[in-house]
């Protein structure tokens, strides 16, 4: 339009004529306007397109954060919920099949079973408020980790060993919980499959990062074409992935186990 109205002021007007020089202020102010409202649609355009930008980002990253979402209330169920509740059925069976000859027995397992749904119910509205473990919330990780130890010892007959340099600090709620989970499924799948004497943990406060370190002496395994299987062993490593951090997994035919995690300490979410 601009070079269509400069044509026209030069061709069609008489050059230098009566006219001429009116035309040119006249010509120049069509031109003048023609590019004003051409940059201020270019802006309006920019500012559109910087616009769906940002909105694209929002709606990616509202996606990506209920993606996470969904894996931790995953992780958690496996992890907290899951366990409880098929130890409450083995307990129950016991119960059931030692009724006749030993009654006692039968009391006190069903008794532990019940204990088992109780604490279920508990993990389960833990879960669905998002609050992190109450054991971790009331006394500190070190004391969770501890007390899961124990509990594991009791139950497969281990001799442990237990470390902490953790300070006096509390650690960022999420650090704690992604930790506590991290140590309560190694020591889960060192019951369920090491046949292990001895196992060790560690936790270590590092400049910037937190170390959980969990061993046992047991039988290991092999991963299957270098690749670890299996909703609890990927689980470890995804909750480290989300914090920014990472868990190593080490694991040998007849070398046992040792589950190694790095977490940082201003945890972020990662994709």
Known sequence: MAAYEAAEMFLLEVPRGPTFWLAVPMHSLQVGVILAAAWVVLRALRRQAAHEEALARMVESVLFAREQERRRISYELHDAVSPLIVSAKQHAETSRDAREQDAPRAVAELTRTNERLDQAVVETRRVLRALQPSAVDADGLAVAVRRALDEAA?????????????????????????????????????????????????????SGALRLRVRDHGVGFAASGGRLRGIGLVSMQERAHLLGGECAIASGRGRGTTVEATLPLRAEAVP
């Open 154 to 206: 009791r139950e497969a007959g281990w001799a442990v060993e237990f470390h902490s340099d953790l300070g006096d600090d509390r650690l960022p709620a999420a650090v704690e919980t992604a930790a506590f989970r991290i140590a309560q499924e190694a020591l889960r799948n060192a019951v369920k499959h090491a046949r292990a004497g001895r196992v060790q943990v560690e936790l270590q406060r590092e």
